[in-house]
């Protein structure tokens, strides 16, 4: 078993950052693939990112990349979402999930276990 909490969500104006964090329980962290979602109202959840267990190899949303960037501390548990250049239409609830397996897939129907996710507002 593997639970998840994610905090480092808020309010911010366009063009701020802000940093996600995803903290983990269960002896099992580092061979999970970790990732990121987001969910904004009346639309599916939308892929951001994935990390591999070992930290090296990332995979993103096409609405994302460049400007966010997904990593992640084995040692203490932990994954985090560096957001830059934050755009009104990044504003959603961003979820921390986890997988079996190395594929870093974009489908969260793939994912095993899920945080309870973190509010971002960006405001214009």
């Known amino acids: 078993q593997v639970q998840l909490v994610e905090s480092g969500g808020g309010l911010v104006q366009a063009g701020g950052s802000l940093r996600l964090s995803c903290a983990a329980s269960?002896?099992?962290?580092?061979?999970?693939?970790m990732g990121w979602f987001r969910q904004a109202p009346g639309k599916e959840r939308e892929f951001v990112a994935a990390?591999?267990?070992?930290?090296?190899?990332?995979n993103y949303g096409d609405t994302v990349k460049v400007r966010f960037t997904n990593s992640r501390d084995n040692t203490n548990k932990l994954v985090y979402l560096r957001m830059n250049n934050l755009k009104p239409e990044d504003t959603a609830v961003y979820y921390c999930?986890?997988?079996?397996?190395?594929?870093?897939?974009?489908?969260?129907?793939?994912?095993?276990?899920w945080g309870q996710g973190t509010q971002v507002t960006v405001s214009s």
């Open positions: 990390i591999s267990w070992e930290g090296q190899s990332t």
């Open positions: 269960g002896r099992t962290f580092s061979t999970y693939v």
């Open positions: 999930a986890a997988k079996f397996g190395s594929s870093k897939s974009p489908h969260a129907s793939e994912y095993d276990y």
